[in-house]
């Protein structure tokens, strides 16, 4: 269908992610659907593509498979192909054992290879080829995280016409980590590319403006960049700290499903006094290691009591394919059986450790049975399950513990920081949140609602995509740094 595709009746709004916001369904019968991937930006982005009438371009997650876009739910599906080789070497080698460790305070050491980069560049220029065809005359393109950062500059080359914004959900790292990066200045060059650059805190926002500085030829000046060159074009670098929808999570929770099923969760559990509960991709950023072992000392010590209390640690199967998240895996299988086998006796062990993925609803009767909620990672970008825990927690008894290196930490001040590096800091701080007055943790709690019902996701993409509509016309709000 190439007239819906050319750019005078093509989407006035697009999309552009690594994954596409649907999963595949395949029945008994081998009867292909398409449903709707649970996850806050499909949310959030679905009503603004509904309303603009968009379409969303990314790879449905199989190699070696063309499929051919389709409607969903009122927009459009534009699937873009990837190889297993390039799945391998865009995907599992350059975004996610490169770029990944690197973003995040190189936790995992970044590894460097020439053809990974090729590859990167390949799939980046077919996304952005993708968009190019698919977008209208002057439309809105908003490129989505790391996996993508050249495709704002590869479009804007192909297209001048688009108004183009980038997300990054991670954070940018500082001048010092970044600078190791073989292809610092094709990064550099490929986010300019955008009109605007959203980050999640303003430390990233920094972070590039400063590295554009010191190492492009561009002008910086406040919180833009005055690109020199024939496609002159002002890119501005702001914060825009991701949020959850708030409302939906909370109705999910309060549901008469979740209630039972937090009911039976906990009788399961063999109804505990208190409950301590993480949840995380497997992924090294998260500080798994760390919690674990802390916990475990709480037990070891009798601080806490195994048949009293437990831990519930939920970890997402993720990336397994890359070497470092399978020896993190057999880190905490290690870790997590050598506890269990030491504390307590027969029974309920004091950690329950499920490595699966569970649905929405189940997720969220977790959040209603924490007691205590511990997010610790070592460095994340902003970390959702923290906000999820916040609006899905009913009344105002729970504790969050929250890493200082979550982005979120921003925002959730009234939660019980830690260091996640810091082991008796750390306990103390759950035992602080464990053991705190109702007072103080009604208190707290009562704050860190606040924050997540009137910071939700549609404030948060209302606000870059004004912005971006604006081209940086309206003032960057006071007081950020
Ligand atoms: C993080 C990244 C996302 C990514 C998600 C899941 O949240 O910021 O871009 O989609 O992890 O990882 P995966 O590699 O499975 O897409």
Redesign the pocket.
Same mark, same amino acid.
């Given at each position: 269908d190439t007239t819906r595709q050319s750019p005078e009746n093509g989407a006035t709004f697009v999309v552009v992610a690594? &994954?596409l916001p649907v999963d595949r369904i395949v029945d008994e019968n081998g009867a292909v659907d398409w449903k709707t991937a649970p996850g806050g930006l499909v949310t959030a982005l679905e009503p603004v593509m509904r309303q603009r009438g968009g379409a969303w371009v990314g790879w449905h997650g199989a190699p070696d498979e063309e499929v051919e876009s389709f409607e969903h739910d009122g927009y459009t599906i534009e699937p873009v192909p990837l190889t297993a080789e390039e799945v391998e070497e865009y995907y599992e080698g350059f975004s996610?054992a490169t770029l990944w460790p690197l973003y995040h305070d190189s936790v995992a050491y970044p590894e460097y290879h020439r053809e990974w980069f090729d590859a990167y560049k390949r799939v980046n220029r077919r996304f952005a080829e993708k968009a190019a065809q698919v977008a209208g005359e002057g439309a809105t393109v908003w490129v989505q995280?790391y996996?993508l950062q050249l495709v704002p500059s590869m479009l804007r080359e192909l297209r001048p016409d688009l108004n183009i914004g980038f997300f990054l959900?991670?954070p940018f790292p500082p001048m010092e980590l970044f600078d190791q990066l073989p292809w610092r200045r094709e990064i550099l060059e490929g986010l300019l590319g955008a009109d605007l650059v959203g980050f999640q805190v303003p430390g990233g926002a920094s972070n590039f403006l400063r590295l554009v500085r010191r190492r492009t030829d561009h002008r910086v000046d406040r919180d833009r960049a005055k690109l020199i060159g024939e496609n002159q074009h002002t890119c501005i670098a702001r914060a825009y700290p991701i949020s959850i929808d708030t409302q939906g999570f909370s109705d999910l929770a309060n549901s008469p499903e979740a209630i039972a099923e937090a009911e039976q969760l906990l009788s399961d559990l063999g109804n505990p006094s208190t409950v301590f509960v993480g949840i995380d &991709?497997l992924d090294y950023t998260k500080g798994l290691r760390q919690r674990i072992r802390a916990m475990g000392e709480l037990f070891a010590e009798g601080t806490l009591d195994p048949h009293d209390a437990v831990f519930l640690q939920v970890a997402t199967p993720? &990336?397994e394919r890359v070497e470092e998240y399978r020896r993190l895996r057999d880190d905490i299988d290690l870790l997590v059986g050598r506890i269990n086998s030491e504390v307590g006796g027969v029974g309920r062990p004091a950690i329950v450790y499920l490595h699966a993925s569970f649905p929405r609803a189940t997720m969220a009767a977790m959040y209603r049975i924490a007691d205590v909620m511990i997010v610790t990672p070592l460095r994340d970008?902003m970390n959702l399950v923290a906000k999820e825990y916040v609006a899905c927690h009913p009344g105002p008894d729970g504790a969050l513990v929250l890493s200082e290196f979550a982005g979120a930490a921003r925002e959730l001040r009234q939660a019980y920081m830690v260091n996640p590096y810091d082991l008796n800091g750390m306990k103390e701080a759950v035992m602080k949140a464990a053991t705190d007055t109702p007072q103080n943790k009604r208190r707290r709690m009562r704050a860190l609602k606040k924050q997540v019902s009137e910071n939700n996701i549609d404030k948060w993409a209302e606000r870059f995509l004004n912005d971006l509509d604006a081209k940086g016309e309206t003032a960057p709000e006071e007081g950020e740094d």
């Open positions: 690594n &994954r996610n995280d996996q959900h991670i &991709r993720s &990336r970008g």
